[in-house]
């Protein structure tokens, strides 16, 4: 699987960003999608997360983000998507797509749980 994160940029505090990430691959819609971030001189941190099990579409997001970032998927494109409003500067980073798979479709908050990564996408947000 090959990933690639677009939609980052410049921001004010308050704004918002799409983000995008496009995956090869015809099993896209059995992969975990995750979002992570890594700020300078910081571990990579989650952020949200989709699957599906069943007919069930399953998320997470990580609490310093809920009710601010959306994640949703189109598996007829194979992209993923995390809406952001209310940019801070503390989201600041480069943002990564990574896909895994999982029994029963968890969503892994830890990076070593998913198997293909990509290049990232700055997000930047002014203050």
């Known amino acids: 699987v090959q990933l690639q994160a677009c939609g980052g940029g410049l921001v004010q505090t308050g704004g918002s960003l799409r983000l995008s990430c496009a995956a090869s691959?015809?099993?896209?819609?059995?992969?975990?999608m995750g979002w992570f971030r890594q700020a300078p001189g910081k571990e990579r941190e989650f952020v949200a997360g989709i699957s599906r099990y069943g007919s069930v579409t399953l998320t997470n997001y990580a609490d310093s983000v809920k009710g601010r970032f959306a994640v949703s998927r189109d598996n007829a494109k194979n992209t993923v998507y995390l809406q952001m409003n209310s940019l801070k500067p503390e989201d600041t980073a480069v943002y990564y797509c990574?896909?895994?798979?999982?029994?029963?479709?968890?969503?892994?908050?830890?990076?070593?749980?998913?198997?293909?990564w990509g290049q990232g996408t700055q997000v930047t947000v002014s203050s």
């Open positions: 691959g015809r099993t896209f819609s059995s992969y975990v």
């Open positions: 990574p896909a895994g798979l999982a029994l029963r479709a968890t969503i892994s908050e830890n990076p070593a749980g998913y198997n293909y």
